[in-house]
């Protein structure tokens, strides 16, 4: 049974590059959610999508951050102009549903330069 | 909202017992977790507890809550060198879906 796929695993890119990171959520979870993890901030919610519709972007840091969630399969985390202060580990997660155990994928290790 | 504070460090004998203890602030979460994060490696669901029971076992893992104060404990029974590891526990914000969770305990286990 497939679990929460992302990718890139890994990504190095310069300050200003746009940068988009992808989600694909276990089959049959309506529930999708952002998650950022740093060392100083620990794990940090961005967003979360429930049956494709965003319900909290409440922990989006700023404007240069976006999320879609264009089917139940598939959701993008895209961040223009990047920074080097965003670099870190990018999560995704999904649920059955928004109050249900949470599965987490393997993260995005991304560094801006 | 949840606030979720746990110990940042704890250090074993390898078969020993290990506890990681966690205290939260909102009684209303219905379920809280224990997931556990290897390096480079993400959050993997280890175990959780649903809020009307005391205690759940499964395997070397035991889960202990206490409503009253607030207090949750993983327990690793036979602790092995594959539990180094990162472990967060987690509660539900009342009134929002959203996971609140800890900053993590850094488990080490030592031969």
């Known amino acids: 049974d497939a679990g929460v796929i992302q990718s890139p695993r890994h990504e190095v890119t310069e300050m200003g590059q746009e940068v988009t990171l992808r989600c694909k959520p276990i089959?049959?979870?309506?529930?999708l959610f952002w998650y950022r993890q740093t060392m100083m901030r620990g794990l940090e919610l961005l967003i979360y999508?429930?049956?494709?519709?965003?319900?909290?972007d409440s922990g989006m840091p700023e404007d240069r951050f976006s999320a879609k969630m264009p089917n139940a399969s598939f959701s993008t985390l895209k961040i223009q102009p990047s920074e080097p202060r965003d670099s870190a580990v990018y999560f995704c997660?999904?649920?059955?549903?928004?109050?249900?155990?949470?599965?987490f994928g393997d993260g995005t290790r991304l560094s801006i330069l | 909202g949840e606030d979720v504070e746990q110990s940042l460090f704890l250090s074993v004998r390898e078969g020993d017992s290990s506890v990681i203890n966690c205290t939260y602030t909102?009684?209303?979460?219905?379920?809280l977790y224990w997931y556990k994060q290897e390096p480079g490696a993400g959050l993997q669901l280890l175990t959780y507890?649903?809020?009307?029971?005391d205690m759940k076992q499964d395997q070397r893992l035991t889960v202990l809550l206490n409503k009253k104060d607030k207090h949750l404990s993983l327990r690793i029974a036979d602790t092995q060198t594959g539990d180094s590891a990162i472990y967060f526990c987690?509660?539900?914000?009342?009134?929002?879906?959203?996971?609140?969770f800890g900053a993590g305990t850094r488990l080490a286990v030592h031969p």
């Open positions: 999508f429930n049956n494709n519709v965003p319900i909290d």
């Open positions: 507890i649903f809020s009307n029971m």
């Open positions: 987690a509660g539900f914000s009342g009134g929002y879906n959203k996971l609140i």
């Open positions: 997660a999904s649920s059955l549903e928004d109050n249900q155990p949470q599965h």
């Open positions: 909102d009684s209303s979460s219905t379920y």
């Open positions: 089959s049959g979870h309506n529930s």
